[in-house]
Nanobody
Framework: QVQLVESGGGLVQAGGSLRLSCAASGRTFGRYAIMGWFRQAPGKEREFVAA????????YYADFVKGRFTISRDGAKNAVYLQMNSLKPDDTAVYYCAAAGGGGRPGLEADYDYWGQGTQVTVSS
């Protein structure tokens, strides 16, 4: 059974930065796996933020985070990260780490098999 555990959320002022971490355990992901970050703001549906091929070949971002967020992964630690810079109040949400063990469409929530419990990010104005 795969477990994904997020950390690094918190309260930050607008313009600040946070780095989210996601530690995966229970299996070793293969070359086709995709690791992603999604978020859900109060009263809104969960939305795609960023994703990265576990092999390192592809990186994908939602338009609203391009140039501000960076996704990376550490194969040795079985971990994926989301560096968030120039944060805005609209970035306030619960951020979820997800894994698509057999690959899939990076931005499609339904293609992800495993989900973390989420970490709260709050950006004050």
């Amino acid at each position: 059974q795969v477990q994904l555990v997020e950390s690094g959320g918190g309260l930050v002022q607008a313009g600040g930065s946070l780095r989210l971490s996601c530690a995966a355990s229970g299996r070793t992901f293969g070359r086709y796996a995709i690791m992603g970050w999604f978020r859900q703001a109060p009263g809104k549906e969960r939305e795609f933020v960023a994703a990265k091929s576990w092999s390192g070949g592809g990186t994908y971002y939602a338009d609203f985070v391009k140039g501000r967020f960076t996704i990376s992964r550490d194969g040795a630690k079985n971990a994926v990260y989301l560096q968030m810079n120039s944060l805005k109040p609209d970035d306030t949400a619960v951020y979820y780490c997800a894994a698509a063990g057999g690959g899939g469409r990076p931005g499609l929530e339904a293609d992800y098999d495993y989900w973390g419990q989420g970490t709260q990010v709050t950006v004050s104005s």
